[in-house]
């Protein structure tokens, strides 16, 4: 982890460079000489810059020089110093230009985002690294992080967020062990988890899965009145969303082509399942596009504003605006509940309904074969249920 204070900067003998954060190194010298350097990316090379020693120039001070060199070279410019820059280190092949982690990173996940099943995905990436990692290393030298660094990462969070913090561990190992491949950095990987960071962090617990919250449908009636005194085209997605107890991203990216009479046609790369899907719409459902489409009558979405989609955040932010402790995915599992409680329906209609993956070959059949006549009637009474209040 970098040095922070005065006191612990102070207590520093060891030869070598040691890291006092943003950038910021303490150079100390075998012949005992100690000096601030800060490390620059400029014009996409590593620059090594020297701020003045130890005795002459505070910690305080350095950091301050060491903010204005980082905008300077942001700019392309080299500040000036009474210092010598400092020699790039040895162990750096000079033939193969340095690279930031944030800047490698960002490339890395461009090349990778075409494979994933997801787009969304490149998103999360990028959004758990800029709110974790960039803070920590996001300007460092990928040569330069250490396994410290990935501790001052991980631990505020390895127990609090756990399943966060894993996804933030195993996307800084992936992309560290890239930057090794390709040669931007040397040594091992200081986010390995096997016989690494295994020894350091408590193994993740089993079981540590996030439920999401959900509305009973005893009030969800009530819910969809509520709903319904709200005229924004937020409200309108999140009324189909619970309608078709569909996923977030299903509904946000639906496209007026996927509509056949009164069947929705999800295509297979845009299922969690990687399987088609085919939604029977009830009657409201289908107003509620109409409505929507009025809205925006040349987007190819059912759902967009000046023809983009909703944002992702959209429908819940809509929830919490209205009071309710609920998530959107939590409707999925209201949904199932009252499958369960109030409908003589057989088990795998509702999971037919949720899209979900079935293994059982003679299950998978009879789904392929009854479900879709028996799951209209299902959204028929499920729309029929959650409309009550105003019968």
Same mark, same amino acid.
């Given at each position: 982890?970098?040095? !922070? ?6 207590? *520093? ?10 950038? *910021? ?14 490390? #620059? ?17 505070? =910690? ?13 070279? !942001? ?65 460092? +030298? ?39 491949? *390709? ?23 089993? +079981? ?14 009530? &819910? ?13 997605? *999140? ?21 056949? +009479? ?23 459902? #289908? ?7 009025? !809205? ?13 989609? =909703? ?19 939590? &409707? ?60």
């Amino acid at each position: 982890m970098p040095y !922070r204070t005065a006191l612990e900067v102070k207590h *520093l003998d060891r030869p070598g460079r040691h890291s006092v954060g943003e950038n *910021l190194h303490l150079l100390i010298k075998k012949s005992g000489k100690r000096t601030w350097v800060v490390r #620059l990316i400029i014009n996409g090379r590593r620059r090594d810059l020297g701020l003045g020693r130890q005795d002459e120039v505070s =910690l305080s001070e350095a950091r301050n020089r060491a903010r204005e060199a980082i905008v300077m070279a !942001r700019q392309g410019l080299l500040p000036s110093t009474t210092q010598k820059a400092a020699p790039t280190p040895p162990e750096i092949t000079p033939s193969i230009p340095q690279k930031t982690f944030r800047l490698y990173a960002d490339e890395w996940i461009a090349t990778q985002t075409p494979g994933w099943k997801n787009a969304k995905h490149a998103a999360q990436w990028t959004s758990t690294l800029e709110a974790y990692a960039y803070p920590v290393i996001g300007d460092l +030298g990928l040569d330069e992080i250490t396994t410290e660094h990935v501790e001052a990462i991980l631990k505020p969070i390895w127990s609090t967020k756990q399943v966060t913090a894993s996804r933030v561990q195993q996307r800084i190992e992936r992309i560290l062990s890239a930057a090794i491949t *390709l040669g931007y950095r040397k040594g091992d990987n200081p986010a390995r988890w096997m016989g690494h960071l295994s020894n350091l962090l408590h193994k993740p617990r089993k +079981g540590n899965k996030t439920h999401f919250r959900r509305l009973p449908y005893q009030e969800l009636p009530g &819910f969809i009145e509520r709903l319904q005194g709200y005229d924004c085209l937020a409200a309108l997605a *999140l009324e189909f969303c619970i309608l078709t107890a569909s996923r977030t991203s299903e509904v946000l990216q639906a496209k007026r082509s996927e509509i056949n +009479g009164d069947l929705w046609q999800i295509p297979a790369e845009r299922m969690k399942a990687g399987k088609p899907h085919e939604v029977p719409l009830p009657a409201r459902c #289908l107003v509620l596009i109409e409505r929507a489409s009025a !809205r925006d009558p040349e987007s190819e979405y059912l759902f967009s504003a000046r023809a983009k989609p =909703l944002s992702t955040m959209a429908m819940l932010q809509h929830i919490q605006r209205m009071g309710d402790p609920t998530t959107v995915h939590g &409707f999925r599992s209201s949904f199932r509940d009252w499958v369960s409680d109030c409908t003589e329906y057989h088990p795998e209609i509702a999971e037919a309904a949720l899209a979900h993956t079935i293994s059982d070959k003679t299950i998978a059949a009879y789904k392929r074969n009854t479900a879709l006549d028996k799951r209209r009637a299902l959204m028929r009474e499920w729309e029929y249920y959650c409309l009550s209040v105003k019968r």
